[in-house]
């Protein structure tokens, strides 16, 4: 039950901030070569189908190797330069040589459509590398269909591929969670039955007037213990992270649903619409109607 929990926790959050996974590379690269990403991106990854190749950034003192079927993930999207060789070249892009060994990648965008600081990417630490005998079943399947997928040209290619790259972070995320110790954040959260109630009880019901006393017997802690423990990990007081929850869901229902503000403001247990849009500009640093406007 505890690990039903928490897989429903994660989802809710991750449709709540909207993920979306874009492959915007599939090279393949020849002799020397080297390709250099100035974090462009929210976050990114890179699968190494086949070959080998490194993995520089300016904090590493030795470069990362990586071999066919390793993974890499940058939850911040850091500089980074990815080559053919021990050393980098220089801070410039090259193409590669005709002759010489061939390394096949997939490259790949992660983001969330909302705006406000994202608590998935942000319980991730700078890098993630993940090699191909770390993997589970289930996740190696995913990294060999991708690069099985991009090798071909058929109809639906791209829709495929970034599909399969959804599967492919939410997988990364769950065995980040099993194998990594979390020591504070969502994914700490995540880890701890008795705050995962609280936080699905949230979840679920962000309309409720819950207060610090309903979420601790919800979680079956003493109210004081439960405080300080939430705290402690999510770095939030629980009345907190619930308005941040609340304005997360606020921003998805105006800007995709195009719902009235005092609707909103009604479903999310508001009393009036104007305690609701001060606190929505108060954490999402704009006014709710404007973000309508701007759908």
């Known amino acids: 039950m505890p690990e039903q929990l928490s897989t429903d926790l994660l989802h809710l959050i991750l449709e709540a901030h909207a993920l979306r996974v874009r492959i915007f590379a599939t090279p393949k690269l020849c002799g020397r070569w080297q390709g250099v990403h100035p974090s462009a991106y929210q976050a990114s990854f890179h699968l190494v189908g086949e070959g080998q190749c490194y993995l520089h950034m300016r904090h590493l003192r030795t470069p990362i190797p990586l071999q066919g079927g390793d993974l890499v993930l940058l939850p911040r999207d850091d500089w980074h330069i990815l080559s053919s060789e021990p050393h980098p070249m220089g801070e410039e892009a090259i193409t590669g040589d005709i002759q010489g060994p061939m390394t096949a990648m997939i490259c790949g965008e992660i983001r969330f459509d909302q705006q406000t600081s994202n608590p998935i990417l942000d319980a991730l630490p700078p890098l993630v590398v993940m090699r191909k005998g770390d993997a589970d079943g289930a996740l190696d399947m995913i990294s060999r269909l991708l690069a099985l997928e991009a090798e071909r040209n058929d109809l639906g290619n791209?829709?495929?591929?970034?599909?399969?790259?959804?599967?492919?972070?939410?997988?990364?995320?769950?065995?980040?969670?099993?194998?990594?110790?979390?020591?504070?954040?969502?994914?700490?959260?995540?880890?701890?039955?008795?705050?995962?109630?609280?936080?699905?009880?949230?979840?679920?019901?962000?309309?409720?007037?819950?207060?610090?006393?309903?979420?601790?017997?919800?979680?079956?802690?003493?109210?004081?213990?439960?405080?300080?423990?939430?705290?402690?990990?999510?770095?939030?007081?629980?009345?907190?992270?619930?308005?941040?929850?609340?304005?997360?869901?606020?921003?998805?229902?105006?800007?995709?649903?195009?719902?009235?503000?005092?609707?909103?403001?009604?479903?999310?247990?508001?009393?009036?619409?104007?305690?609701?849009?001060?606190?929505?500009?108060?954490?999402?640093?704009?006014?709710?109607?404007?973000?309508?406007?701007?759908?």
């Open 158 to 295: 791209v829709l495929v591929l970034n599909r399969l790259s959804e599967a492919l972070f939410v997988m990364i995320l769950r065995h980040h969670l099993k194998h990594e110790e979390q020591k504070k954040g969502l994914l700490a959260a995540l880890a701890d039955p008795r705050l995962t109630k609280a936080l699905v009880a949230i979840h679920r019901s962000p309309e409720e007037r819950w207060q610090v006393g309903s979420l601790a017997k919800v979680a079956g802690m003493s109210r004081t213990v439960f405080a300080q423990r939430f705290a402690e990990v999510l770095g939030l007081t629980p009345i907190e992270y619930l308005t941040r929850w609340r304005m997360q869901l606020a921003q998805q229902w105006l800007r995709e649903r195009r719902e009235p503000v005092s609707v909103v403001a009604k479903k999310l247990g508001y009393e009036t619409e104007t305690a609701f849009r001060r606190a929505f500009q108060r954490i999402t640093g704009m006014t709710p109607g404007r973000l309508r406007r701007q759908g």
